[in-house]
């Protein structure tokens, strides 16, 4: 029901910039959220910003006055802004949106992309 494509992501040295694109398909559903999640070799995947509905977000401490989330409601796209880039930011990063199906309104279903991989150097 819905397709994620990711790009941004690439090379960088520390200090840098990058903007991460997701754009998602499905026009008729309804996005609850959609964000960014981060899994680096060894760890888990973690919460990197999201954005609701409502145009709230939220982001892990770690990233807090470095990135910046947006979404285009006409595009189905979220954004991901990284400046200031340190090497533990290194990790693949993956687009996450919930929907609601219309007729299903109680039931929420996530949907993750492939990933798009983001390397800082020092």
């Known amino acids: 029901q819905v397709q994620l494509v990711e790009s941004g992501g690439g090379l960088v040295q520390a200090g840098g910039s990058l903007r991460l694109s997701c754009a998602a398909s499905g026009s008729v559903l309804r996005f609850v959220n959609m964000g960014w999640y981060r899994q680096a070799p060894g760890n888990q995947r973690e919460l990197v910003a999201v954005v609701n509905d409502g145009g709230r977000t939220n982001y892990a401490e770690s990233v807090k006055g470095r990135f910046t989330i947006s979404r285009d409601n006409a595009k189905n796209t979220v954004n991901l802004q990284m400046n200031s880039l340190k090497p533990e930011d290194t990790a693949v990063y993956y687009c996450?949106?919930?929907?609601?199906?219309?007729?299903?309104?109680?039931?929420?279903?996530?949907?993750w992309g492939q990933g798009t991989r983001v390397t800082v150097s020092s």
């Open positions: 996450k949106v919930r929907i609601v199906p219309p007729a299903r309104f109680w039931e929420e279903y996530d949907y």
